[in-house]
């Protein structure tokens, strides 16, 4: 008697995997407009620079929390306010 209703690994795993394939598939109808719509916004959004344990990394889906330097911490702020020509002329190129 105990052995008809002994389960394999076989079966176990079987049974797990329909059940995960039929959860899967009931999820997947009502939520495909979600998908779409995160796919979308997904599209929309930049890379950013952000930082993950002390190293600097680019996030292509613009998820993490970006990186914005301090105030005086860029030695080339000053510069970068400057015009391609006005920057030109600092430096002797005109």
């Not at 008697?1 to 176990?12: A, E, I, L, Q, Y």
């Not at 292509?60 to 510069?79: F, L, N």
């Amino acid at each position: 008697m105990g052995n008809r209703r002994m389960v394999t690994r076989r079966k176990f795993i079987g049974q797990v995997a329909a059940a995960g394939a039929g959860i899967a598939a009931l999820s997947l109808a009502p939520g495909a407009a979600v998908f779409a719509e995160a796919a979308n916004v997904a599209s929309v959004r930049k890379p950013i620079v952000s930082f993950h344990m002390d190293r600097p990394y680019v996030d292509w889906t613009g998820t993490a929390e970006p990186y914005y330097p301090p105030v005086g911490a860029r030695s080339a702020e000053a510069a970068s306010r400057l015009s391609e020509e006005a920057f030109r002329r600092m430096q002797c190129y005109a």
